[in-house]
């Protein structure tokens, strides 16, 4: 067992009680929970209190709309853009989700358009996670980092590739989601 998969396999284990720890709440607090802890962390990168409550609303939305903890798509996000909604990168990536041209076009986003961009990139991570879910107890790590390497480079390596950005990756996103976690109670 390699180390992010020793990671990811504590992700996989406490998606359930996080989920548990949201679902154990009257309705109204279920909401008022998930959006404090996700704002929380929103905030903390983006000082924009408008933009926070947006991007916030959004991850509920995109995550409500998928079926994706939303823990995970915030750990994400946090990981590709530091929820900045302009965010992109040399490789070409784009928004809040860092979506990829070719992958927005497939799904059918503008990933221009920040609301576009955030569920295009949901949608983009459950697609990654119904088609690793058969993989076992690294399903979550390999979507994860399927994400980031592409789905051809998780099943070249049958897991994890041995790319240093990747690897880098699955630890952010997979710190990330604990810490988020870890505000949950």
Known sequence: MTMYGKMFSKLLATCG??????LSQAPVA?????????YNDVSAWNGDATQADWITSAILYASGQYGVDPLLVTAVMETE???????????GAIGLMQLMPDT?????????????????????????????ASWGSYAVTDAVAAYNAGSGAIQQYSGVPPYRE??????????????LLANCS
């Open 30 to 38: 279920h909401a008022a929970d998930a959006y404090s802890v996700i």
């Open 81 to 91: 853009s530091h929820f900045n909604i302009g965010a992109g990168s040399g490789a």
């Open 104 to 132: 927005a076009s497939s799904i059918g986003v503008n990933p221009y358009d920040p609301l576009g961009n955030v569920l295009g990139g949901v949608a983009h991570l459950r697609t990654l996670l119904d088609s690793f």
């Open 17 to 22: 009680l996080c989920i548990t720890c949201f």
């Open 166 to 179: 990747t690897r880098n990756y699955v630890i952010k996103v997979s710190n990330a989601y604990n810490a």
